[in-house]
């Protein structure tokens, strides 16, 4: 197909949106607030996410080393906790340093009224444990990680949060399920909507689809200036979209970041700034909406073409 053909049949293809301008509008709109809802699952579920992988970031496994340890046993444990694979980082806290800050925290509760019940615990007095503080990478591992520092000679117990893992975890997956739903039925509605609307076109030129057929017309060229009509109604409905998420997240970004509310200012850090989000918005956008676009207008045709 020359140049010259593609952009008349291109042509014909944006003439269709005018011509049924208001299936057009119609199909805009659904298309639009299709987009708009699965840009706002997808929204939440990748704050969810951030928020819950922070949270777990925040969890951390404490490994108490053996009482009666000596400095060479502690520091084996450390070098053990370095080989494995689920580790990220991890920090020794000595038994000096466990009762300094025990000290500390005593100290300042009641205006120090109980700050010398410690006193004479230094030395081979000293009731706490040594301990590791050890960051995990996936929380799904941590039950296995877990069973991996206790195995550690020189370990006496391990403090972690094991069930805290798991309720994250599975508040994680079942967001991303449901927006993945969400995401899949609406893409059908759009789907249907398109194929509704560009079949009105269609219908309209069955006499014409066939006339074209029989003096040897192909497939391609009676099929693209419908899946340029399609496609049209995708991408309008894709930059649509794109302003009305854009406007609503940066809206609601200010609001939390002003309000007075004390929890809503402890996550704000953790929601997903617009910089590192709107490629990501206006990619998927144009890319969904094309893709349905398209889709559509192929269903609509195919029917037409057996001839």
């Not at 049924?20 to 659904?30: H, I, Q």
């Not at 990748?46 to 951390?60: E, I, K, M, P, T």
């Not at 000679?153 to 994250?168: C, I, K, R, Y």
């Not at 406007?247 to 809503?264: K, N």
Request: proline letters at 1%; aromatic letters at 10%; charged letters at 15%.
């Amino acid at each position: 197909m020359s140049l010259s053909g593609i952009r008349y049949l291109s042509r014909q293809g944006l003439h269709n949106l005018v011509q049924n301008r208001l299936m057009t509008l119609a199909s805009v709109g659904v298309l639009t607030a299709c987009l708009v809802i699965t840009g706002v699952a997808a929204l939440l579920s990748a704050n969810v996410s951030n928020f819950v992988d922070y949270l777990g970031a925040q969890n951390r496994v404490v490994v108490y080393v053996e009482l009666d340890a000596d400095d060479a046993t502690a520091q084996a444990v450390g070098d053990e906790i370095g080989k494995l694979s689920n580790i990220t980082e991890y920090g020794y806290t000595s038994k000096e340093e466990a009762l300094e800050q025990t000290k500390g925290w005593i100290s300042e509760y009641d205006n120090g009224a109980y700050a010398s019940v410690l006193d004479g615990y230094e030395g081979e007095n000293n009731p706490l444990y040594a301990s590791y503080s050890v960051t995990v990478d996936d929380l799904n591992q941590i039950a296995k990680t877990t069973q991996e520092l206790e195995a550690i000679s020189g370990v006496d117990f391990v403090d972690s949060p094991s069930e805290l893992a798991s309720t994250l975890v599975g508040i994680k997956t079942t967001v991303n399920l449901a927006g993945w739903g969400l995401v899949a039925v609406l893409a059908v509605v759009a789907v249907v909507v398109i194929v509704n609307t560009i079949r009105l076109t269609v219908f309209a030129r069955r006499k014409e689809i066939n006339i074209m057929k029989f003096v040897g017309a192909t497939n391609g060229f009676i099929r693209l200036p419908f899946w340029v009509e399609g496609t049209a109604i995708g991408a309008i409905s894709a930059v649509l979209a794109f302003g009305i998420i854009s406007a609503i997240y940066i809206w609601l970004l200010g609001q939390v970041s002003v309000s007075g509310i004390s929890w809503l200012q402890s996550i704000y850090f953790q929601i997903l700034p617009y910089r590192a989000v709107w490629k990501w918005l206006l990619g998927g956008f144009a890319a969904a909406g094309i893709l349905l676009g398209g889709v559509g207008s192929s269903l609509s045709i195919r029917r037409y073409l057996k001839v």
